[in-house]
């Protein structure tokens, strides 16, 4: 069987992936190499005592791998099950990890809503770089029980992130049924947005600043994101409290902006 030593490495992994430990893999590998033998035979070729190579097989058949101790006495050589039910295995595990994944992104927002930061400390986490600002910009979906609150510079972010990936996550969030409030200083961004407000589950509010800037944050849950487009950076906070004040500043720059 398995005589190409990179093949071997592939089913070595694949095997690990399924949780089995080395001697279980040892030895399935062992038996597809040299078919139905005996158990004496087995347990020299790969040097494990005869007790504990039934120990092993009784592994692999709870594992699916091997059906032995159902066999007659007078033809019980052993052999494993064949790669493909090993294959077979390996995808049901993976559709299962897939299963759960979808069903904790699902969950994600509640369990957000419950969560409650108290006395734990304040995280904080600086993201450099393109890949990990889109990053955690796409994760915010993921956590959040509504659209929460966006202010600063629409023109810069949308600039950096680009209009693609802008209207890739709107439609996310619109999927999800969040509503967004967003603050923004004046530009042709700010417009844009604003025009198509009713039909994107949005609120956009123009607000004049004598001291325009190229920053912005946004408010979800229990955390906040400081937008720096021209490093490019993101700064992460986790905490409540810091929050409350910036919902705080958002919420009376927003009433002045009516």
Same mark, same amino acid.
């Given at each position: 069987?398995? @005589?190409?030593?990179?093949?071997?490495?592939?089913?070595?992994?694949?095997?690990?992936?399924?949780?089995?430990?080395?001697?279980?893999?040892?030895?399935?590998?062992?038996?597809?190499?040299? !078919?139905?033998?005996?158990?004496?035979?087995?347990?020299?070729k790969?040097?494990?005592?005869?007790?504990?190579?039934?120990?092993?097989?009784? %592994?692999?058949?709870?594992?699916?791998?091997?059906?032995?101790?159902?066999?007659?006495? +007078?033809?019980?050589? =052993?052999?494993?099950?064949?790669?493909?039910?090993?294959?077979?295995?390996?995808? #049901? &595990?993976?559709?299962?990890?897939?299963?759960?994944?979808?069903?904790?992104?699902?969950?994600?927002?509640?369990?957000?809503a419950?969560?409650?930061?108290?006395?734990?400390?304040?995280?904080?986490?600086?993201?450099? !770089?393109?890949?990990?600002?889109?990053?955690?910009?796409?994760?915010?979906?993921?956590?959040?029980?509504? $659209? $929460?609150?966006?202010?600063?510079?629409?023109?810069?972010?949308? $600039?950096?992130i680009?209009w693609?990936? #802008?209207?890739?996550?709107?439609?996310?969030?619109?999927? %999800? $049924?969040f509503?967004?409030?967003?603050?923004?200083?004046?530009?042709?961004?700010? /417009? @844009?947005?604003?025009?198509? /407000?009713? #039909? @994107?589950?949005?609120?956009?509010?123009?607000?004049?600043?004598?001291?325009?800037?190229?920053?912005?944050?946004?408010?979800f849950?229990? &955390?906040?994101? =400081?937008?720096?487009?021209?490093?490019?950076?993101?700064?992460?906070? #986790? /905490?409540?409290?810091?929050?409350?004040?910036?919902?705080?500043?958002? +919420?009376?720059?927003?009433?002045?902006? &009516?």
């Amino acid at each position: 069987m398995p @005589q190409n030593l990179e093949v071997t490495k592939k089913l070595y992994t694949s095997l690990k992936r399924l949780n089995l430990s080395i001697q279980e893999i040892d030895l399935y590998i062992a038996s597809l190499t040299i !078919g139905p033998t005996t158990i004496e035979s087995l347990a020299k070729k790969i040097n494990v005592s005869r007790p504990n190579v039934y120990k092993v097989i009784a %592994k692999l058949e709870r594992n699916g791998l091997a059906e032995f101790s159902t066999r007659k006495k +007078y033809a019980r050589t =052993f052999v494993v099950a064949p790669p493909t039910k090993a294959l077979e295995l390996l995808r #049901e &595990k993976e559709k299962q990890f897939e299963d759960a994944d979808k069903n904790m992104v699902a969950a994600m927002p509640d369990l957000m809503a419950h969560f409650h930061q108290g006395e734990t400390p304040t995280k904080i986490k600086v993201l450099h !770089g393109e890949e990990q600002y889109l990053k955690i910009f796409d994760q915010i979906l993921e956590e959040a029980t509504d $659209g $929460g609150e966006f202010f600063g510079s629409t023109k810069d972010f949308i $600039g950096f992130i680009t209009w693609e990936k #802008e209207t890739r996550w709107i439609k996310k969030r619109m999927e %999800k $049924g969040f509503y967004i409030k967003i603050l923004t200083l004046p530009s042709e961004t700010a /417009d @844009q947005l604003q025009k198509t /407000d009713s #039909e @994107q589950m949005r609120e956009t509010r123009i607000l004049n600043m004598q001291r325009p800037f190229e920053a912005s944050f946004q408010l979800f849950g229990n &955390k906040a994101i =400081f937008w720096q487009p021209k490093a490019p950076l993101a700064l992460l906070i #986790e /905490d409540e409290y810091i929050v409350k004040i910036l919902k705080s500043v958002f +919420y009376t720059l927003w009433e002045q902006s &009516k």
